[in-house]
Each structure stands twice: as structure tokens, then as C-alpha cells.
């Protein structure tokens, strides 16, 4: 079965820093999603990456997906405390985008 | 927001009852998903539907069953609850996102907080 890690485990930053959280995949990746969840509350989509090399960007959160290294990273740009929260990294790992498996999550802290 | 609801949001049960939740989609979505959260395991497949009375297992199944009769209702059931059973459940549907032919997204509800006593 597919397995996800992702790294950190938690992040405490200041407020405007630059942060960058990693997703690596056991297996090829045929697509990979990344959702933002706030505690005791549902996961929000934010992107979804497909192609290797491909980037996405969502508001100042920029995806990238290295399908040789079987890696996506998430990058925020001058963080704000609106970022806080757990990033979640999910994997279609059948190539028919019917099944996902997880990783554990990146809790994010931002602080003034 | 994928008109997705999921009841009830709180339920605190005994262990050996039967327990019941809804997951309600208003978009006709062919896929649906059932998850479960829990600390240290993320989240894991439980079952998932890809239509009407079609549904398959996933990585978690065991002690949960599944019914679709309609396209918007997809019910997941706890045949006797037990107390590995306390986490958080996320109902997902599967809609095409905007590029390629095969590109889908996973939109998640809001969850069920599910407690066994």
C-alpha cells in the first residue's frame, strides 16, 4: 500500500516568514492533493497537482510536484496568522483518482 | 463548498449499539467516500461508493458498512459500536476539477465527532 510522509510534523513560524512543508510518497504518485484543515473543523481543498514539474499557486501557497522524487512541496510566502493551521498531503496512488491516501499532516503555528 | 452535509455533527454512544450517519450531497456527484480521522493515522478510507447501490471497501472497513439507494445519500453504519471506533468522520465526494480528462478533486464535509462509551 502507499504511504505518505510528511515533514515537518509541526512548524512554528513568525508572522511574514517564508515556510515550505514536504510530502514524499512509497510509491508513484498519479496525483497529489493538498487540503488545509483548522482543528475540529473539515479539510478545504486547495490544489491539486498532476503532471511532474507541474506548480500551482493558491493565494501566496504555491504547490510543486517532482513525480521522479515522488515529492510535493507547499510553500507560503510571507506567512499570516490566517495560515495557521494542519496541511494535509493526499495521494491517488491507482491513477483513477477514486481512492486517496493521506499522510498525517504538518501543524502549522504562525505567531506575531 | 461542494453542498456536501453530514449528520449528526456530535453523537456520544454506548458501546454495542447500532449508530447510523448521513452524508448528504446536493451536486449528484457520482463518488462518494467515507473516512476516518484519527491522531498519529491521518486519514483512512473506509468505504467509498461510485454509484447507486455500487460501493467497495477501503483500507479501514472492518466492523462499518455502507448503503447508497440514492445518488445524494450515502449512509455509513456501526453495526455494534465499540470504543475503536471513537474518531472523527469525513464524508468526501469526487467532482472533475478543471483540467484533463481524468483530473478529479476530493471535496470533504465538515465531519461527524462520534464518541463511544
Redesign the interface.
Known amino acids: 500500500s502507499q504511504e505518505l510522509e510528511q515533514s515537518p510534523q509541526s512548524l512554528i513560524v513568525q508572522e511574514g516568514k517564508n515556510l515550505t512543508i514536504n510530502c514524499t510518497s512509497s510509491k508513484t504518485l498519479y496525483g497529489l492533493y493538498w487540503y488545509k484543515q483548522k482543528y475540529g473543523e473539515g479539510l478545504i481543498f486547495l490544489m491539486m497537482l498532476q503532471k511532474g514539474g507541474e506548480e500551482k499557486s493558491h493565494e501566496k501557497i504555491t504547490a510543486k510536484l517532482d513525480e521522479k522524487k515522488q515529492q510535493s512541496s507547499l510553500h507560503i510566502t510571507a506567512s499570516q496568522p490566517s495560515h495557521a493551521g494542519i496541511y494535509l498531503c493526499g495521494a491517488d496512488g491507482t491513477g483513477t483518482a477514486s481512492k486517496l491516501t493521506f499522510g498525517t499532516g504538518t501543524r502549522l503555528q504562525v505567531t506575531l | 463548498d461542494a453542498g456536501i452535509t453530514q449528520s449528526p455533527r456530535h453523537k456520544v454512544t454506548e458501546t454495542g449499539t447500532p449508530v447510523t450517519l448521513r452524508c448528504h450531497q446536493t451536486e449528484n456527484h457520482r463518488?462518494m467516500?467515507w473516512?476516518r480521522q484519527d491522531p498519529?493515522?491521518?486519514?483512512?478510507?473506509i468505504h467509498?461508493s461510485?454509484g447507486v447501490k455500487d460501493t467497495d471497501k477501503?483500507?479501514v472497513s472492518d466492523g462499518y458498512s455502507v448503503s447508497r439507494s440514492k445518488t445524494e445519500d450515502f449512509l455509513l453504519t456501526l453495526e455494534s459500536a465499540t470504543s475503536s471506533q471513537t474518531s472523527v468522520y469525513?464524508c468526501a465526494i469526487?467532482r472533475p476539477?478543471g483540467k484533463?480528462r481524468?483530473?478529479?478533486?476530493?471535496?470533504?464535509?465538515?465531519?461527524t465527532r462520534l464518541t463511544v462509551t
Not at chain 2, 498519529?40 to 478510507?45: E, I, M, P, S
Not at chain 2, 481524468?102 to 465531519?111: C, M, N, V
Open positions: 463518488y467516500y473516512y498519529g493515522h491521518g486519514l483512512r478510507l467509498y461510485y477501503g483500507e469525513f469526487s476539477g484533463g481524468d483530473s478529479y478533486e476530493q471535496y470533504f464535509g465538515p465531519g
